[in-house]
């Protein structure tokens, strides 16, 4: 008995030894923790000092507080205090807390409210804590009212991020240009805007590229939008319906919201930059001996003064040079036509033309010009046989379209340099009938830029095939070099390779034209609207979108607008689909320019600042238990304020 009552304790004490050794094992393996899931979580606002929305506050130090480690990024850029400070304050995030620190006095019976926009994220995920906004009041009283809408580039419809909009009750015309505003947001990722705590009354509404942060326009390069009505802010009671998902797919319940709505909250903003570049002469090149070019920072709308410089005096322009414009206007190269003069290594010219002066008023100005000529490298001779003999130089001349001619193409003959003499005679364009070549009499024009570049543009028929011939010597330049002879065939296209759409338009206030664009939103094709009708013939088969402009003064061109002149940009029209036109294809579209808001009309397959997506940093395994959220309230309202309603 005694024996077994041994051997029992000993196998006792040789399992809890066993059971030792496994527990130490398993204490000292290494493995790799799982770090659980993604956080998708925005930080909460847990509390402040003093509190949100209080009343007769005077202290200028204000400490917010959150549930986790955050950051603010961009916090002169994203962090938006109104009424506007003239001292920049002291914004910084420690730990849990984010500490604002007013430098300017506070202002009696005045409502604050700093709006963060995006700039609070925390500091592990970088998750964004969308429009959150604090509010406190200095007097009785704790202004409610909010004035939100839409910022959109004038041009083009696409939204604009991260510009200021804000209000006057001022109601005069020089309060824009003269006051900062009363107060002020920004717009966000999407060009949506909130203008919070905002007192009864009417103001006026204004957008601005505040280049300076003045919250003032006064500067003509900033860009600029204002409101043609009177804003009056209001609100409402209202009802929306949201929807509660137990996962990506299934619903849970849908729940009936009561809320206050805040109007008008359907502003449409339209964001211009008035015309104005600011012009002066950037530098002045002479890139071989026979020219040389002035490049300016805007395109030259009066022809400058230049004259020669020599023992005897001045040489006006027209006796020793010619100018040729680039087609944006802003580079002029002026072609030296006198031997004597471009044989001399340095040059001095008077040039007088228009620039801006400091306080951007455009004047006369008159510089004195030292110009030395580059030298070319001399070539190396490899043939060590051969003369010294310089080689003729040759008028080499570009025919562009080749190959392929659009039957709505113009035919562009550029040549090396300016002409002194050509013969017409020798200059022939023929098109083929049968076996035949029958030589057309097309006028060859010159273009009014640039002396080098000449025109033919008969109306080219389907399917015909052309033939340019210039005989040798046929062309003669300012520095004696003639052509060689040239021939070139060009064949149009069939009828077959080609689309027409045709678009009954309704809608407009005013006469204009349309646009045809392509992908890149690049203009195909642009036509006057007649009789209701925008025709657009001989289109080549592809992709394409569709923008009227209304053209109010008549000029074929989008016109911007000005703020003095009370005047905004012409309106311009996207229509919301595409047009997949095929070969041979003729297609009918009405369209009513004014059936969707401006808002909703640019295609999004064309539009630049699409809405972001959020994606996961890491993986997608997201706790289920997320699909629970109630996300119907994706504007973060300010601490103790209703929910906002948006577009």
């Not at 040789?14 to 496994?22: E, I, N």
């Amino acid at each position: 008995m005694t024996f077994f009552r041994s051997l029992k304790n000993t196998l006792f004490q040789v399992l809890y030894l066993l059971l030792l050794v496994c527990g130490l094992y398993a204490c000292a393996s290494i493995g790799t923790p799982s770090g659980g899931d993604d956080d998708f979580t925005p930080p909460k606002f847990t509390g402040s000092e003093p509190a949100a929305n209080a009343l007769h506050i005077n202290q200028k130090t204000i400490s917010l507080l959150f549930n986790e480690y955050i950051s603010i990024d961009k916090p002169a850029e994203k962090v938006i205090i109104t009424p506007p400070q003239k001292k920049q304050p002291l914004i910084k995030a420690v730990g849990k807390k984010i500490t604002v620190e007013l430098k300017d006095s506070l202002i009696l019976n005045t409502t604050y409210t700093f709006d963060f926009t995006n700039g609070i994220v925390d500091n592990n995920e970088k998750n964004a804590l969308e429009g959150f906004s604090f509010a406190f009041s200095t007097g009785d009283v704790l202004d409610s009212l909010v004035i939100s809408g839409l910022l959109l580039d004038a041009e083009t419809l696409e939204p604009i991020p991260n510009t200021l909009v804000g209000i006057h009750s001022d109601l005069s015309d020089t309060a824009f240009t003269t006051l900062p505003f009363l107060r002020t947001s920004q717009t966000n990722e999407t060009g949506r805007f909130w203008i919070r705590n905002v007192a009864p009354g009417t103001y006026r509404l204004f957008s601005l590229n505040d280049a300076n942060r003045n919250f003032k326009l006064d500067a003509p390069f900033e860009a600029l939008a204002f409101y043609d009505s009177l804003i009056v802010p209001s609100f409402e009671p209202a009802v929306r319906q949201d929807t509660i998902w137990k996962d990506s797919l299934t619903v849970d319940t849908i729940q009936t919201i009561h809320y206050t709505r805040f109007t008008p909250d359907d502003v449409v903003l339209r964001l211009f930059q008035e015309k104005f570049e600011q012009q002066y002469l950037l530098k002045t090149t002479r890139s071989d001996a026979r020219r040389f070019t002035m490049e300016f920072n805007a395109p030259v709308e009066e022809k400058p003064d230049i004259a020669l410089l020599n023992a005897t005096g001045k040489v006006n322009q027209a006796d020793w040079c010619l100018p040729e414009y680039s087609a944006d206007r802003k580079n002029i190269t002026y072609w030296i036509k006198d031997s004597l003069v471009y044989q001399q290594d340095t040059l001095r010219i008077e040039a007088g033309y228009c620039a801006h002066d400091t306080a951007n008023v455009l004047i006369q100005k008159t510089d004195t010009i030292r110009l030395i000529a580059k030298k070319a490298p001399t070539p190396k001779n490899k043939n060590k046989s051969a003369t010294n003999e310089p080689q003729r130089e040759v008028l080499t001349i570009t025919i562009t379209p080749s190959g392929t001619l659009e039957v709505f193409d113009t035919l562009n003959i550029t040549v090396s340099e300016p002409l002194r003499w050509f013969d017409r005679e020798c200059i022939l364009l023929s098109q083929k009938v049968d076996t035949l070549w029958n030589v057309l009499n097309v006028p060859l024009m010159q273009d009014a830029l640039n002396p080098r570049r000449y025109y033919l543009s008969p109306l080219w028929p389907y399917g015909q095939e052309y033939q340019i011939k210039i005989d040798s010597a046929a062309w003669i330049g300012i520095y004696g070099n003639w052509n060689d002879s040239l021939q070139t065939t060009l064949r149009t296209r069939t009828e077959k390779d080609y689309a027409q759409l045709f678009v009954q338009l309704t809608g407009n206030e005013f006469a204009g034209f349309g646009q045809l664009l392509d992908g890149s939103q690049k203009v195909v094709k642009e036509v006057p609207l007649e009789d209701g009708e925008l025709a657009f013939y001989d289109i080549k088969p592809g992709k394409y979108y569709l923008r009227y402009i209304e053209d109010v003064n008549g000029n074929r061109l989008w016109d911007t607008g000005k703020y003095a002149e009370n005047r905004q940009a012409e309106p311009v029209y996207y229509y919301s689909g595409f047009f997949e036109l095929k070969a041979y294809m003729e297609m009918e579209q009405n369209w009513n320019i004014k059936e969707l808001p401006i808002e909703k009309q640019k295609p999004l397959e064309i539009t630049k600042n699409k809405p972001k997506e959020k994606q996961p940093r890491k993986n997608d395994n997201r706790n289920k238990n997320n699909g629970n959220r109630n996300n119907a309230n994706s504007q973060s309202a300010m601490p103790g304020m209703p929910r906002m309603s948006g577009f």
